[in-house]
């Protein structure tokens, strides 16, 4: 089992960055694919991006493509999702998730941490 708590969420100005941040307990977060989903209030949750174990493959939804990167150290049980020239329409809540099997391309994940609010205002 593994445990994730993100932060680094906030309240960001249109063409604004953040870099979230999820830190996950346990001994094997190497063993583990991990992703970034977002909920915006009345709508479904929406991938967002995903990497792989060792960080050497990563997915990222056609929207996300050139703004956001995520990226992991697993030395520090930690993954990033740093996002760049932020929209308003970007406002969500943001979800860190992990799986320990399939791979950056499956949406399907096991593990969840309980979100990061994220407000871009125009």
């Known amino acids: 089992q593994v445990q994730l708590v993100e932060s680094g969420g906030g309240l960001v100005q249109a063409g604004g960055s953040l870099r979230l941040s999820c830190v996950a307990s346990?001994?094997?977060?190497?063993?583990?694919?991990l992703g970034w989903f977002r909920q915006a209030p009345g709508k479904d949750r929406e991938f967002v991006a995903a990497?792989?174990?060792?960080?050497?493959?990563?997915y990222y939804a056609d929207s996300m493509k050139g703004r956001f990167t995520i990226s992991r150290n697993n030395a520090k049980n930690t993954v990033y999702l740093q996002m760049n020239s932020l929209k308003p329409e970007d406002t969500a809540n943001y979800y860190c998730?992990?799986?320990?099997?399939?791979?950056?391309?499956?949406?399907?994940?096991?593990?969840w941490g309980q979100g990061t609010q994220v407000t871009v205002s125009s």
């Open positions: 346990g001994r094997t977060f190497s063993n583990y694919v």
């Open positions: 998730a992990a799986k320990q099997g399939g791979t950056v391309v499956d949406r399907t994940y096991n593990y």
């Open positions: 990497i792989s174990r060792s960080g050497g493959s990563t």
